[in-house]
């Protein structure tokens, strides 16, 4: 049920950038993304709905692979800010009895 | 809009003692609520689906009778951790389908069993 995220950690140097991979076993309806900062709740980033969508706010960007049940997370040019864990998750929002699922996890470091 | 008021946000209990959650939606109707425990260093891996007026819904490997789900409103979902044991120490928390785009997180409620 659990989607897979990959890598499971990685550090970065400001200013680089990182994708962050995101694979199910079972088919997609939407992919969500989500950062988590330590010892706070996660917070939304975007949703991708359609298979083949791509979206992006400022320097992040996701794109969602529905034949392969993929989804990518980019970060460009990268800053401290974006450091914590990102999340991929599955689940049908608009479905209420549809459980919503999150990935692995994967940490992200930036530094100086 | 679609706010989820989670509580307490930490909470330290002694062992056997029962601890309680309450999660409420401020400004929307949550028909679910997810329950979701983390241990460090960990995803958030889902316990249960809370149903309003109907019972939850309970993850494989997650004791019923340990983690009480009560959904007797449209606003209010509650877990009850009844005879906390140090390993049920974790972050907890909660999460409705907020709106179409999304879903809404609770805070988060830190359980410490001493």
């Known amino acids: 049920q659990q989607p897979v995220q990959s890598p499971q950690a990685v550090i970065l140097r400001e200013g680089e950038d990182a994708v962050i991979n995101c694979s199910s076993s079972?088919?997609?309806?939407?992919v969500h993304w989500y950062r988590q900062k330590h010892g706070e709740a996660p917070v939304f980033l975007m949703i991708l709905l359609k298979g083949g969508e791509q979206k992006g706010h400022e320097k992040i960007s996701a794109s969602f692979n529905e034949k392969k049940q993929q989804s990518s997370l980019y970060l460009t040019a990268s800053q401290l800010s974006y450091s914590g864990t990102y999340f991929c998750g599955t689940g049908d929002p608009a479905n209420t009895g549809n459980q919503f699922y999150f990935g692995t996890g994967t940490s992200l470091t930036v530094i100086p | 809009g679609a706010v989820v008021s989670q509580h307490p946000s930490w909470v330290i209990c002694k062992s056997g003692t029962s601890v309680k959650i309450e999660c409420r939606s401020l400004d929307f109707q949550a028909t679910t609520m997810f329950w979701y425990r983390q241990f460090p260093k960990q995803s958030l891996m889902l316990m249960a689906t809370?149903?309003?007026?109907?019972?939850?819904?309970?993850e494989q490997g997650v004791e019923k009778d340990k983690f009480l789900i009560n959904h007797a409103s449209l606003t209010l979902s509650t877990l009850t951790v009844t005879s906390a044991h140090p390993e049920d120490s974790s972050f907890y928390i909660c999460?409705?389908?907020?709106?179409?785009?999304?879903?809404?997180f609770g805070s988060g409620t830190r359980l410490t069993v001493v």
């Open positions: 999460s409705a389908p907020g709106n179409l785009y999304g879903y809404t």
């Open positions: 809370s149903n309003e007026g109907s019972k939850a819904t309970y």
């Open positions: 079972k088919a997609l309806y939407s």
